[in-house]
């Protein structure tokens, strides 16, 4: 069973650059997450979907973070314009149903900016 | 609000030591979700026990244990006579079924490093 699938693998840019970001989930999962992780802290969510309507996107800095999953299966998250402290490594999560089941994450888009 | 604390940011053990990473918890909800997660230097987490706090059974499985205690609020993991393979960060996390906007919670990770 192929895994979730995220793209790109590492990015570089400079601030106030564009960059996007995305995701495929495992087959047949409804959820889809984008979590943030800073070096050296845990995971932070940024944005559920189920489907593709937002569940959670309370944490989001909606000025300049955005994310869509317009046909309920791949993801994109962008950030426009980015700032230094967006620089971490951002991970794509999918679970089948949601709540409290177990997440498959990707390996993450580890973002620089500079 | 929930809140995940793991004290011990990094640990190092030689090979085949047994080792302990701790877990403690903060949430007012009475039915939660607990869980382990691991990321390798590969960086994809990944899975390892969920618990709820209804079943305080301690779990092992091959040379991984889990010890929940509600009295404390830990849910602490062990490893026992540990691998160099088992080198990475875990995560220890929560998630409450109580209130309508839950999330899972991640503590700050404790890196293990294990030597040959």
């Known amino acids: 069973e192929a895994g979730v699938a995220q793209s790109p693998r590492y990015k570089i840019i400079e601030k106030r650059q564009s960059v996007a970001f995305w995701c495929n989930p495992i087959?047949?999962?409804?959820?889809l997450y984008w979590y943030q992780q800073i070096l050296g802290q845990g995971p932070k969510l940024l944005i559920q979907f189920q489907n593709n309507g937002v569940v959670d996107d309370s944490q989001l800095p909606k000025d300049r973070f955005s994310a869509e999953r317009l046909k309920g299966v791949d993801s994109t998250l962008k950030i426009q314009p980015a700032k230094l402290e967006d620089s971490a490594v951002y991970l794509c999560a999918s679970s089948f149903i949601g709540g409290n089941e177990k997440l498959f994450f990707g390996s993450g888009t580890q973002l620089s900016v500079l | 609000a929930q809140k995940v604390t793991q004290a011990q940011t990094e640990i190092s053990v030689v090979e085949k030591e047994d080792v302990t990473l701790d877990c403690v918890y903060e949430t007012r909800d009475t039915t939660y979700y607990l869980f382990w997660y691991k990321q390798p230097p590969s960086g994809e987490l990944v899975f390892l026990i969920r618990?709820?706090?209804?079943?305080?059974q301690n779990e092992i499985s091959g040379r991984y244990s889990w010890n929940f205690q509600k009295s404390t609020s830990s849910f602490n993991f062990t490893i026992t006579a540990s691998q160099v393979v088992d080198s990475a960060v875990y995560f220890c996390?929560?998630?409450?079924?109580?209130?309508?906007?839950?999330?899972?919670?991640f503590g700050g990770g404790t890196r293990l490093m294990v030597k040959p």
């Open positions: 996390a929560l998630i409450p079924l109580n209130n309508a906007g839950n999330m899972l919670t």
């Open positions: 087959s047949g999962h409804a959820t």
């Open positions: 618990r709820n706090s209804f079943d305080e």
